[in-house]
């Protein structure tokens, strides 16, 4: 499957990704249990997408590792396409950027990959909503994994 190929709501996705740049993880409490959650930027050859990651997925991704996720699933947030390993996925990485330096990517070329896809929001543009859109998206994340168990 591709990028472009992703619509919102959709399961049963099998992707292999490039990791582009990656936020600092954000720790969270919801029903007495604790975790961790971090957005990333990834792409393939048809574009980008913001993957999420959860407690032990954030330290196995590096910028610049190409990854796999299985049975992912895609949900949409502002208009925008975000991808995670939901309840029933899994993901690894199959290309360290350790492995292979020339994979390596700098901020300043994962903002302008950001800029030319048109993902690059705008300074100032709804500056509290990133962190809205962490909460919201948490608690949706934490609710599917709590009924799986």
Do not use: H, Y
Request: charged fraction near 40%; glycine fraction near 8%.
């Amino acid at each position: 499957m591709a990028v472009k190929d992703l619509q919102a709501r959709q399961g049963k996705i099998d992707i292999t990704l490039e990791i582009v740049s990656k936020d600092e993880p954000r720790e969270f409490e919801k029903f007495g249990k604790s975790g961790r959650v971090c957005n990333a930027k990834a792409k393939d050859d048809t574009g980008t997408i913001t993957i999420t990651l959860w407690n032990e997925d954030i330290d196995k991704v590096k910028v610049g590792d190409t990854i796999k996720i299985e049975n992912g699933w895609v949900s949409e947030w502002q208009g925008e396409l975000q991808l995670s390993t939901g309840k029933f996925g899994k993901m690894e990485v199959v290309e360290s950027a350790e492995a292979s330096p020339e994979a390596s990517v700098t901020k300043d070329e994962a903002e302008e990959t950001e800029i030319l896809d048109g993902s690059k929001k705008e300074e100032g543009e709804d500056a509290v909503t990133a962190d809205e859109e962490v909460e919201e998206e948490v608690i949706e994340e934490i609710d599917e994994k709590i009924d799986s168990e």
